[in-house]
């Protein structure tokens, strides 16, 4: 059977890929951001998946007014990299795989939640740049990757409630695949963040360490947290992190297992106009 052995946390910001891109890594502002991740790119070399199902956000790349999907997965073989203004990142294609995702959509939507099914799609800083993060600038991506859109953009957004929820039951259509793969779930997006209106530029260093403590402790408390909050205390922006309770959910703790091993825990202000924050949380063998 395929096992989800471990989530990823990430936040993704344009900005990081273009820094990577065009080689800024080491540039004063950019080198405390690169640094958090240096022992992450060991660990995906240590820790190869066979898959990673990676929960993410559409920025109106893909996805636009006139189509708004809650929660979209990508069953397709294979994902362009995005043009989202300056020309597609130079980054590998993305290679899916569709007997999972497939798989997947079938569990989860028997399971009661209404996915989204599309067969073709763009991806953009959203998915790429957790992506580079975690990998760094190879020829290939490291493995196949299903693209997991989540609405977090147009209003309405789903709960965090909802997102947890449906978290545990791609854990479950995951665990009922029959072949043995190492599966990865990566929640990404986030930290406190607003790009627009009076309060851009908010950072809250206090709620975002808050969050990261209870989604390793508290993951269901922290699911009921309603989306305003989110709003008020993280910024417009700071919704995104709504999608780290989608893989937090996915865990075998929840589903009555043993807790999750803190790998790696990351923390920086700014980038570009986040916070950056990652965790990587490793399911007991
Ligand atoms: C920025 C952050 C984001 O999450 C995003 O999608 C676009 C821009 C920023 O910090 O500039
Ligand atoms: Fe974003």
Redo the contacts with the bound molecule.
Sequence with gaps: MARITASVYT?????IGAAIDLGKTTEAYWKPVFQGYDFSKQWMKDNAPDVIFLVY?D?ATAFSLEMIPTFAIGTAAEFQPADEGYGPRPVPKVIGHPELASHIAQSVIQDDFDLTIVNKMDVD??LTVPLSLMCGQPQAWPCPVIPFAVNVVQYPVPSGRRCFELGKAIGRAIASFDTPLNVQIWGT??MS?Q?QGPRAGLINKEFDNMFLDRLIADPAGLAQVPHIDYVREAGS?GI?LVMWLIARGAMADIAGGGKPHVAHRFYHVP????AVGHLILENPA
Excluded: D, I, K
């Design positions: 936040s993704h910001v344009p900005a956000n920025h800083h959203g997006g986030g963040h790009l922006e995104e980038a570009s106009n986040t």
